[in-house]
């Protein structure tokens, strides 16, 4: 069956500070692969989305950047946090069959001081 | 304004009682989505309606869809306090495979 991992689970930073997330998928190849963020209470916004190895697409212009170098993982990164990065951060994949069926991970909270 | 409204942004109700929560889009879709998010995790898929679909069942969850409203509806009978969770509509689109979210209504089931 498939899974999908996320970490870390939590992480503080500080303002300026480099990131890395990351989040791997077990028991399919080549999925979709998509990372969102979650403000507090709010609905998920999509920030990026990979349809195959070194294939990124950006969906809002911003502090973040991703990277797919294998085919099942997926890399969020920032060469300088700001506060405003704090947040939830959702890994999700598909099969990319055309149902849009999403399957996501556990996620990661960011807090940016 | 987003793709996929929620209302009401939160609800709140007794166990046993019936929840209703309704979801509004505003462009053509190929299917709608339902998840559920319990608080700090992440989303879990529920169910899915086609758009040549009026109405799904998945054990207590009901799902209806009007294309000409372009609004959806999920049904939870009977609920318990383990419903209690953020609930999502996500719509996705002729072209692609992104999902397009709502804000999400937060149900709270009462014991």
């Known amino acids: 069956s498939q899974t999908i991992h996320q970490w870390p689970a939590t992480l503080v930073q500080p303002v300026g500070s480099p990131l890395s997330l990351e989040c791997t998928v077990e028991?399919?190849?080549?999925?979709?692969l998509y990372w969102y963020r979650q403000a507090a209470g709010r609905g998920l916004q999509l920030l990026f989305y990979s349809v195959g190895i070194g294939q990124i697409s950006s969906e809002v212009p911003q502090n973040l950047s991703a990277s797919r170098p294998q085919d099942r993982q997926f890399i969020l990164s920032s060469k300088k946090l700001l506060l405003s990065d704090s947040g939830f951060y959702l890994c999700a994949w598909d099969s990319g069959q055309g149902r849009g069926e999403q399957f996501f991970g556990p996620g990661t909270r960011l807090t940016v001081l | 304004s987003q793709q996929g409204e929620e209302d009401p942004q939160a609800l709140s109700i007794q166990e046993g009682e019936n929840a209703t929560m309704n979801c509004s889009y505003k462009?053509?879709?190929?299917?709608l989505q339902w998840y559920r998010q319990n608080s700090g995790r992440g989303l879990v898929h529920l169910i899915l309606i086609r758009s040549n679909e009026r109405e799904k069942h998945s054990g207590r969850l009901r799902v209806t869809l009007d294309t000409s409203k372009k609004s959806s509806s999920l049904l939870i009978t009977a609920s318990r306090a383990a419903d209690t969770a953020s609930y999502f509509c996500?719509?996705?689109?002729?072209?692609?495979?992104?999902?397009?979210f709502g804000g999400g209504t937060r149900l709270m089931v009462k014991p």
């Open positions: 028991g399919t190849s080549n999925p979709n």
């Open positions: 462009t053509s879709i190929n299917n």
């Open positions: 996500a719509t996705l689109k002729g072209a692609g495979n992104m999902l397009t």
